[in-house]
Nanobody, 124 residues
């Protein structure tokens, strides 16, 4: 069982930045593919970004490409999501997820563990 705890959400003006963090409780953290998803009110949870165990392979949703950056620090059991040039449409609850086998994936069904989420609100 892996416990994931997100932090770093908040209220920011359009054009601003936030950095989300997700701390994992279990070692070896490096064995997990990690992903970020988000869910806006009344919408389905959607893929944002994913990163493989080494950090050498990443993938982004088109809607965030060029603005968001995913990274990980295996020594700290933590994955990050740096969000720049935020837009009101980025407003959502952001979830961290861990995938225990295989490569990176964009479909939420492949992820085994989820955090409780952190709210990001971008005002216009």
């Amino acid at each position: 069982q892996v416990q994931l705890v997100e932090s770093g959400g908040g209220l920011v003006q359009a054009g601003g930045s936030l950095r989300l963090s997700c701390a994992a409780s279990r070692r070896p953290f490096r064995s997990y593919v990690m992903g970020w998803f988000r869910q806006a009110p009344g919408k389905e949870r959607e893929f944002v970004s994913t990163i493989n165990w080494s950090g050498g392979s990443t993938y982004y949703a088109d809607s965030v490409k060029g603005r968001f950056t995913i990274s990980r620090d295996n020594a700290k059991n933590t994955v990050y999501l740096q969000m720049n040039s935020l837009k009101p449409k980025d407003t959502a609850v952001y979830y961290c997820a861990a995938k225990s086998s295989g490569g990176i994936a964009t479909d939420k069904v492949w992820y085994d563990y989820w955090g409780q989420g952190t709210q990001v609100t971008v005002s216009s």
